[in-house]
């Protein structure tokens, strides 16, 4: 069965600072994986994904992301985080073609100004 | 173009009671899934549908329920309301069977169980 785990529960940064968050996966197949960010009150909001080729993806809000095979990781970096960035992040891997989400526990972000 | 819409936004129900929540899906998208957030929690799947047919399921029950309509439009029915069904649900929507199609998720529903 696939399962998503996100080690941190919270993350304190300051703004400008750079910011990882870590994600791995379990998964038999070729994942599709997937950052959504979810502010308090609202849905999800997709930042990026990764289906299959250029292992470091480009998503939207300056924030990208590295898939690493061999360390079954996909974590998500931001070279300067802004305080609009305060939100909960989830990760989540994808079955029948990224139709069906496993979800991590999620991780709560705080930016310190 | 029209995203993923909920309704109600709130909801309150007691034990034993009934609830049917409603989602407009995105245009142009076929495929429905629902998904169960628990206060501090992930989302967990609950199903899909797919040509108005459930297309997967989760690790939920079978007093949780679903249609999808003609017009790809969803609803997820619960029955016997328990306590821990108090959660935002979410339902997204996206296009089945195209790859590099993610999923686009409404705000949800808030339902809270007395």
């Known amino acids: 069965a696939q399962s998503v785990t996100q080690p941190d529960i919270h993350i304190t940064v300051s703004e400008g600072a750079s910011l990882e968050l870590r994600c791995n996966y379990s998964?038999?197949?070729?994942?599709?994986l997937f950052w959504y960010v979810q502010s308090p009150g609202q849905g999800l909001q997709l930042l990026l994904k990764?289906?299959?080729?250029?292992?470091l993806v480009q998503g939207i809000k300056g924030f990208e992301a590295e898939f690493k095979r061999s360390q079954s990781s996909f974590n998500l970096r931001k070279p300067s985080v802004h305080w609009s960035d305060a939100a909960e992040y989830f990760c989540?891997?994808?079955?029948?073609?990224?139709?069906?989400?496993?979800f991590g526990g999620g991780t709560r972000l705080m930016v310190k100004p | 173009e029209t995203g993923v819409t909920q309704s109600p936004t709130h909801l309150i129900k007691t034990r034993g009671q009934q609830v049917t929540l409603r989602c407009s899906s995105q245009?142009?998208?076929?495929?429905v899934s629902w998904y169960q957030q628990a206060l501090g929690q992930g989302p967990q799947f609950i199903f899909q549908?797919?040509?108005?047919?459930?297309?997967g399921r989760g690790n939920f029950p079978p007093r949780f329920s679903g249609l999808q309509f003609p017009n790809y439009s969803s609803e997820l029915n619960v029955n016997a309301l328990e306590l821990d069904d108090s959660a935002l649900y979410l339902c997204?929507?996206?296009?089945?069977?195209?790859?590099?199609?993610?999923?686009?998720f409404g705000d949800g529903t808030r339902l809270s169980i007395l």
């Open positions: 989540a891997v994808g079955s029948n073609a990224g139709n069906m989400l496993t």
């Open positions: 997204a929507s996206s296009v089945s069977g195209v790859l590099n199609q993610p999923q686009h």
């Open positions: 990764y289906f299959s080729g250029d292992t």
């Open positions: 998964y038999g197949a070729t994942p599709y």
């Open positions: 549908y797919y040509r108005e047919e459930e297309n």
């Open positions: 245009s142009g998208h076929n495929t």
